[in-house]
């Protein structure tokens, strides 16, 4: 088994940093592609990340680079740019003389435009790579801190998926190895969503108790969209399914549950992506992953509330009055 021993990672953001502290703790020689220059000579000359990271700065030997050309000798790249800028980035990569090896797309979402998974984005622009994927419980802080993280890497073979994973894994890092790209991917999307749920909950002091109860029915949501997906059901229950719906659905560190939250003390969501500030991919996936859903006769009720949340200026308490509403099921039964 050809091992792999250079990892690019593009992206510059802190999960993109966090990734390359990872590979080079792994022992692999570790290339950060980022589009800033200042954040590159930052990383040269200091050995910071003070945008992103800040506080942490590291022991580990990272070459940065803007010169993307240079970044793609790689036996292996991480994609860690966000879902809906991914085809624009392949579309570089392309332009930059392309790359034939295992692309592990690292973002969490669905393409708003098309409805595609990234691994169909990836295919669309870039076929000869092959896709994989990382997903799972994860902080960029508690990555970049070197504290206990467990993740998947799905590849579309396992030779791949285990290649992957012995040259990411550290004492602190455990990776474990899948060949169910798309199950993965669909985790790491739909659980952005479902986080936004519950952060309007937190936000609107509604208890633990409708938190938690969101997160359960949340998971029946991504279960039945996976299933109709293909994805296999020991993926949606392990670490990129259930485990980082959990953290997520839980943690004000999640983008997307912090701004559920400010949605739930009544802010309007058209305001806090007009103001930018950081990227909640979950208000980009919520209308495609419902009209996606409908395509395979699903139901998202959850989903597709939060879609109107974000899309019609939903309040939190005429959210919650739709769904308790609903007329009572079984609980094996599809809502």
């Given at each position: 088994?050809?091992?792999?021993?250079?990892?690019?990672?593009?992206?510059?953001?802190?999960?993109?940093?966090?990734?390359?502290?990872?590979?080079?703790?792994?022992?692999?020689?570790?290339?950060?592609?980022?589009?800033?220059?200042?954040?590159?000579?930052?990383?040269?000359?200091?050995?910071?990340?003070?945008?992103?990271?800040?506080?942490?700065?590291?022991?580990?030997?990272?070459?940065?680079?803007?010169?993307?050309?240079?970044?793609?000798?790689?036996?292996?790249?991480?994609?860690?740019?966000?879902?809906?800028?991914?085809?624009?980035?392949?579309?570089?990569?392309?332009?930059?003389?392309?790359?034939?090896?295992?692309?592990?797309?690292?973002?969490?979402?669905?393409?708003?435009?098309?409805?595609?998974?990234?691994?169909?984005?990836?295919?669309?622009?870039?076929?000869?790579?092959?896709?994989?994927?990382?997903?799972?419980?994860?902080?960029?802080?508690?990555?970049?801190?070197?504290?206990?993280?467990a993740?998947?890497?799905a590849?579309?073979?396992?030779?791949?998926?285990?290649?992957?994973?012995?040259?990411?894994?550290?004492?602190?890092?455990?990776?474990?190895?899948?060949?169910?790209?798309?199950?993965?991917?669909?985790?790491?999307?739909?659980?952005n969503?479902?986080?936004?749920?519950?952060?309007?909950?937190?936000?609107?002091?509604?208890?633990?108790?409708?938190?938690?109860?969101?997160?359960?029915?949340?998971?029946?949501?991504?279960?039945?969209?996976?299933?109709?997906?293909?994805?296999?059901?020991?993926?949606?229950?392990?670490?990129?399914?259930?485990?980082?719906?959990v953290?997520?659905?839980?943690?004000?560190?999640?983008?997307?549950?912090?701004?559920g939250?400010?949605?739930?003390?009544?802010?309007?969501?058209?305001?806090?992506?007009a103001?930018?500030?950081?990227?909640?991919?979950?208000?980009?996936?919520?209308?495609?992953?419902?009209?996606?859903?409908?395509?395979?006769?699903?139901?998202?009720?959850i989903?597709?509330?939060?879609?109107?949340?974000?899309?019609?200026?939903?309040?939190?308490?005429?959210?919650?009055?739709?769904?308790?509403?609903?007329?009572?099921?079984?609980?094996?039964?599809?809502?």
């Open positions: 088994m050809k091992q792999i021993n250079r990892i690019t990672v593009i992206g510059g953001g802190a999960w993109g940093t966090a990734l390359a502290l990872t590979a080079a703790r792994a022992g692999a020689t570790a290339t950060l592609w980022a589009r800033d220059p200042d954040i590159v000579r930052e990383i040269q000359s200091r050995r910071q990340n003070a945008k992103y990271l800040p506080g942490i700065t590291f022991d580990e030997e990272i070459h940065a680079t803007a010169d993307l050309r240079e970044a793609l000798k790689a036996d292996a790249v991480l994609l860690v740019t966000p879902a809906q800028t991914t085809r624009d980035m392949l579309r570089e990569i392309v332009s930059a003389g392309g790359f034939d090896g295992p692309l592990v797309l690292c973002a969490k979402g669905i393409e708003q435009s098309t409805g595609e998974l990234l691994s169909e984005v990836l295919k669309d622009e870039l076929p000869r790579a092959e896709a994989a994927a990382l997903s799972g419980p994860s902080f960029a802080d508690d990555v970049a801190r070197g504290l206990p993280t993740v998947t890497i590849a579309e073979t396992m030779e791949t998926a285990n290649r992957l994973c012995a040259a990411m894994a550290s004492p602190a890092f455990r990776p474990y190895a899948s060949t169910d790209v798309t199950g993965t991917l669909i985790g790491g999307a739909l659980k969503v479902l986080a936004i749920a519950c952060g309007a909950v937190v936000g609107r002091k509604l208890g633990a108790s409708a938190q938690a109860a969101l997160t359960a029915r949340g998971f029946a949501e991504l279960s039945r969209l996976g299933a109709a997906m293909g994805a296999r059901s020991e993926t949606l229950t392990g670490l990129s399914g259930l485990g980082d719906l953290l997520t659905c839980s943690s004000p560190q999640s983008r997307n549950f912090s701004f939250i400010k949605l739930g003390e009544g802010q309007k969501a058209a305001d806090l992506i103001a930018g500030g950081k990227l909640a991919e979950g208000a980009y996936s919520a209308r495609i992953a419902v009209e996606l859903a409908k395509r395979l006769n699903v139901e998202l009720p989903c597709a509330t939060v879609a109107r949340m974000i899309d019609e200026g939903l309040s939190v308490d005429d959210a919650l009055t739709i769904l308790m509403s609903r007329p009572l099921k079984h609980e094996a039964g599809t809502d």
